[in-house]
């Protein structure tokens, strides 16, 4: 009886096996056909694989647990290591000078939700390539907005004027959205992304003010909101005020208020 029963786990473990290995070689197909890696030699194809699998488990053991508040999904990351995803982090966090202090806000008939990826003023997702320059990116992405709100005309900036113009931040080796403002502020604007096209790479400052699709205010460029402070959060993005945030995200998603930390804070995003 005892060998009956060794033998009827034994069999649901390798069903169960079985089917987990279908299900991860049918995503590993999906996702090559969604994202061509190229040519590659068998070394790099098995490289590329592995941490693939490592990167659905993490994705299937989340979806599975009844209690997240969100799905995740495979993206181009999902075959790199963490070494590799590093080059594509490049955030500074903002720290406000002694003089300088945070915006407090009550929460007042806030709506039932706010979706700004519907909204005509928002621009389609950009890609910053292998540089760590997504403080650029997530600095423009407000300017845009806010520019489009008030001339009503939806224009695509350069980030790559930041990149290569901005001395205050560090090009693809990282920035801060705030250092970010200020510069735009002092230029006297920022040009089109037609005009002046992303690269991906540092390289030789070519704007003029002639150049100008977009300003700062001098006068005040940037609004600092304390860490947590999600009352404020939502009351700014209620009256179509975008905010600009630092986030990482850690092998298992075991993220807590413990290590959810200023010196985790790895990338920036709109």
């Not at 005892?2 to 197909?29: F, N, P, T, Y």
């Not at 709506?111 to 990116?137: E, I, L, N, T």
């Not at 699709?213 to 939502?234: C, E, F, L, Q, R």
Request: hydrophobic share 35%.
């Amino acid at each position: 009886m005892r060998v009956a029963c060794l033998a009827i786990v034994v069999a649901l473990a390798c069903a169960s096996s079985g089917q987990e290995d279908a299900s991860l070689q049918e995503a590993w197909e999906k996702f090559q056909l969604e994202y061509p890696m190229g040519m590659q030699t068998k070394a790099e194809y098995g490289r590329c694989k592995s941490n693939f699998a490592k990167t659905h488990s993490m994705i299937e053991e989340h979806n599975s647990n009844p209690k997240t508040t969100y799905r995740m999904e495979h993206n181009r990351f999902s075959v790199m290591d963490d070494e590799e995803i590093k080059q594509y982090m490049g955030a500074i966090l903002p720290t406000p000078s002694s003089s300088q202090k945070y915006l407090t806000l009550a929460v007042k008939a806030l709506p039932s939700s706010v979706d700004y990826r519907r909204h005509s003023c928002m621009q389609p997702a950009k890609s910053q390539g292998r540089c760590g320059s997504c403080w650029a990116f997530a600095a423009t992405s407000v300017v845009e907005f806010g520019q489009c709100v008030i001339s009503g005309t939806k224009v695509a900036l350069s980030e790559q004027q930041l990149v290569d113009c901005d001395s205050t931040n560090s090009a693809c080796g990282g920035g801060s959205m705030d250092r970010a403002w200020k510069y735009i502020a002092n230029a006297v604007g920022q040009s089109a992304s037609a005009s002046y096209p992303y690269k991906g790479t540092k390289g030789t400052c070519n704007y003029s003010p002639s150049m100008k699709k977009a300003s700062v205010s001098k006068s005040d460029p940037v609004i600092y909101i304390a860490s947590g402070d999600v009352n404020t959060m939502m009351s700014l993005l209620a009256k179509k005020q975008l905010i600009t945030v630092g986030f990482t995200v850690v092998r298992r998603l075991e993220i807590t208020d413990l290590v959810c930390t200023r010196s985790l804070i790895a990338h920036l995003a709109l």
